[in-house]
């Protein structure tokens, strides 16, 4: 029923910055939340940051002053700028929608599929 595609994804050396995109499609009808969360080999997938539709932002402490969200709302879109890259931001990156198909009608989550982002010298 909705689609996230995700972009921006790469390889970059530490210090970098690259910049993510996710696009919703498909039957919405209102989104309340945007944002990115993050998965490292072995570990559990942690948030990264995430957007209200009226713009409240929220990060996890490791990324503050690094990374920045938004999004466009026309487009269903969000961003994450990450900036001064680390080693450890390597992981896979997952974009994340709470959104209602209808009003009124219960929130549901959505996933992306996933963007490699791989920072090393």
């Known amino acids: 029923q909705v689609q996230l595609v995700e972009s921006g994804g790469g390889s970059v050396q530490p210090g970098g910055s690259l910049r993510l995109s996710c696009a919703a499609s498909?039957?919405?009808?209102?989104?309340?939340?945007m944002g990115w969360y993050r998965q490292a080999p072995g570990k559990q997938r942690e948030l990264v940051a995430t957007?209200?539709?009226?713009?409240?932002?929220n990060y996890a402490d490791s990324v503050k002053g690094r990374f920045s969200v938004s999004r466009e709302n026309a487009n269903n879109t969000v961003y994450l700028q990450m900036n001064l890259l680390k080693p450890e931001d390597t992981a896979v990156y997952y974009c994340?929608?709470?959104?209602?198909?209808?009003?009124?009608?219960?929130?549901?989550?959505?996933w992306g599929q996933g963007t490699q982002v791989t920072v090393s010298s």
């Open positions: 994340n929608t709470r959104l209602r198909h209808s009003w009124p009608g219960a929130a549901h989550d959505y």
């Open positions: 498909g039957r919405i009808f209102t989104i309340h939340t």
């Open positions: 957007i209200t539709s009226v713009g409240n932002t």
